[in-house]
């Protein structure tokens, strides 16, 4: 993957402080929107939360973006694999959420 490289572009709403994007830039070609998150306006969900999962979610993307391109070609079989880890990031946030809530 050297010589290959992206960028991704964390935008927050200047109107609304839950909405959020991330976006992908690639060296050649369009901007790409990946992600698009609105959380709704709760006291437990707070600026420095919505920063930690928003920056979570950007770095877990980049990793996933980064074994996508070294690997394309993932064996269906693991996708459970794949679907299981992805719940568990999921259950941990809304844990903590209730923890913090």
């Given at each position: 993957m050297s010589g290959q490289h992206f960028t991704l572009t964390i935008s927050q709403s200047t109107t609304?402080?839950?909405?959020?994007?991330?976006?992908?830039?690639?060296?050649?070609k369009n901007e790409q929107l990946l992600v698009h998150l609105r959380f709704m306006s709760q006291p437990m969900l707070d600026e420095k939360y919505l920063d930690d999962v928003v920056g979570v979610l950007a770095r877990k993307l980049a990793k996933r973006i980064i074994e996508w391109r070294v690997a394309p070609d993932i064996n269906p079989e693991a996708l459970p694999d794949v679907q299981d880890e992805a719940r568990a990031v999921v259950d941990a946030m809304i844990d903590r959420m209730k923890k913090e809530g």
């Open positions: 609304d402080s839950g909405d959020f994007a991330i976006h992908m830039n690639e060296e050649g």
